[in-house]
T-cell receptor, first 114, second 114 residues
Framework: NAGVTQTPKFQVLKTGQSMTLQCAQD?????MSWYRQDPGMGLRLIHY???????DQGEVPNGYNVSRSTTEDFPLRLLSAAPSQTSVYFC?????????????FGDGTRLSIL | AQKITQTQPGMFVQEKEAVTLDCTYD???????LFWYKQPSSGEMIFLIY??????QNATEGRYSLNFQKARKSANLVISASQLGDSAMYFC???????????FGTGTKLQVIP
C-alpha cells in the first residue's frame, strides 16, 4: 500500500512564482492536513480537511490555498512564493478527527524559495 | 488554547540504556489523545505510541512506553534498551476530542552513543 504520497520531493522556486504541492492517500481517510516544519518550531498546521468539500485554516494559513474535491487528494497551493515559505511540507491523513486517531504522514516536500 | 511543551532540545543516551523524553501539555478538555512520532534523519514521520486521556494504564508498544501523569499533564516517552537506530527527532502531539486541529511540540533530538 502506498499510504500518503507527496509530490514533488524537492522543489526550488523564485519569489513570486506559484506552485501546487500534491498529496494523495489510498486509505480512504476522511481527515487530511498540511504542516510545515521549520527548525526549532516543530510542525505547524497550515490547513486541514475533514472530508471532501470541507476545508479550514490551521495556525499558519497565510499565503496558502487548499481544496478537497475528492477523498483521496488534498493539494496545497502557494499563491505567490516568498522566501519565508522555505520549509519542509508534510501532508498527513487519519481515518477521522477523533482524539484517538494517529496521523499517517507522507515523506515530505523540501521547498526552497529564492 | 492547547499547547505542547518539549523542554529538551537534544539528548544523548548510551546504547542499551533507557531514556525518557519529556512532554507536558496544556488543555482544559477532558477528552484528548497524546501521540509520539519519530523522525529519523531520512525525514519521514513515524507514529510510535498513543495514550488516551481516559486510559487507566500507561500505553506500551514494544520498547516504547508512555509515562502518563494526568494530574501533572505530562506524557513522557520512555525508550528501553536504546539502539543506534533510535537516533532521531521525537515529537509529542495532542489531539482534542471534537476539535480537528492537532498540536505538535518542538521536538527532542535523541542521539544514541555506541
Amino acid at each position: 500500500n502506498a499510504g500518503v504520497t507527496q509530490t514533488p520531493k524537492f522543489q526550488v522556486l523564485k519569489t513570486g512564482q506559484s506552485m501546487t504541492l500534491q498529496c494523495a492517500q489510498d486509505m480512504n481517510h476522511e481527515y487530511m492536513s498540511w504542516y510545515r516544519q521549520d527548525p526549532g518550531m516543530g510542525l505547524r498546521l497550515i490547513h486541514y480537511s475533514v472530508g471532501a468539500g470541507i476545508t479550514d485554516q490551521g495556525e499558519v494559513p497565510n499565503g496558502y490555498n487548499v481544496s478537497r474535491s475528492t477523498t483521496e487528494d488534498f493539494p496545497l497551493r502557494l499563491l505567490s512564493a516568498a522566501p519565508s515559505q522555505t520549509s519542509v511540507y508534510f501532508c498527513a491523513s487519519s481515518y477521522g478527527s477523533g482524539s484517538n486517531q494517529p496521523q499517517h504522514f507522507g515523506d515530505g516536500t523540501r521547498l526552497s524559495i529564492l | 488554547a492547547q499547547k505542547i511543551t518539549q523542554t529538551q532540545p537534544g539528548m544523548f543516551v548510551q546504547e542499551k540504556e533507557a531514556v525518557t523524553l519529556d512532554c507536558t501539555y496544556d488543555t482544559s478538555d477532558p477528552s484528548y489523545g497524546l501521540f509520539w512520532y519519530k523522525q529519523p534523519s531520512s525525514g519521514e514521520m513515524i507514529f510510535l505510541i498513543y495514550q488516551g486521556s481516559y486510559d487507566q494504564q500507561n500505553a506500551t508498544e514494544g520498547r516504547y512506553s508512555l509515562n502518563f501523569q494526568k494530574a501533572r499533564k505530562s506524557a513522557n516517552l520512555v525508550i528501553s534498551a536504546s539502539q543506534l537506530g533510535d537516533s532521531a527527532m521525537y515529537f509529542c502531539a495532542m489531539r482534542r476530542g471534537g476539535y480537528q486541529k492537532v498540536t505538535f511540540g518542538t521536538g527532542t533530538k535523541l542521539q544514541v552513543i555506541p
